[in-house]
């Protein structure tokens, strides 16, 4: 079993930066695939990225590519999410998620494991 906690958000304007971390409990880290995830007030869950056991291979929900950097640290038992040039609509809380098995899909369904949330907000 993974416990994930997630840590890193706060309030930010319009173009700024936020790194999120997720630490994970347990010695089988590198075990898992990695992903993050958001809520925004009144949507439904949506993936934003996923990185692979190794971290070698990541896919990005569009709305975030080329702002985002999601990246692991097996060592440290933990994931990132580096987020540049963040919009008001990236406002949400933010979920890291892990699932066993090779497979880096987006389908939140496919993750066992999941952290509280860390809310960003992002001000215009």
């Known amino acids: 079993q993974v416990q994930l906690g997630e840590s890193g958000g706060g309030l930010v304007q319009d173009g700024g930066s936020l790194r999120l971390s997720c630490a994970a409990s347990?010695?089988?880290?590198?075990?898992?695939?990695m992903g993050w995830f958001r809520r925004a007030p009144g949507k439904e869950r949506e993936f934003v990225a996923v990185?692979?056991?190794?971290?070698?291979?990541?896919y990005y929900a569009d709305s975030v590519k080329g702002r985002f950097t999601i990246s692991r640290d097996n060592a440290k038992n933990t994931v990132y999410l580096q987020m540049n040039s963040l919009k008001p609509e990236d406002t949400a809380v933010y979920y890291c998620?892990?699932?066993?098995?090779?497979?880096?899909?987006?389908?939140?369904?496919?993750?066992?494991?999941w952290g509280q949330g860390t809310q960003v907000t992002v001000s215009s």
């Open positions: 990185i692979s056991r190794s971290g070698g291979t990541t």
């Open positions: 998620a892990a699932r066993a098995g090779a497979s880096t899909t987006a389908l939140a369904s496919a993750y066992e494991y």
């Open positions: 347990g010695r089988t880290f590198s075990t898992y695939v």
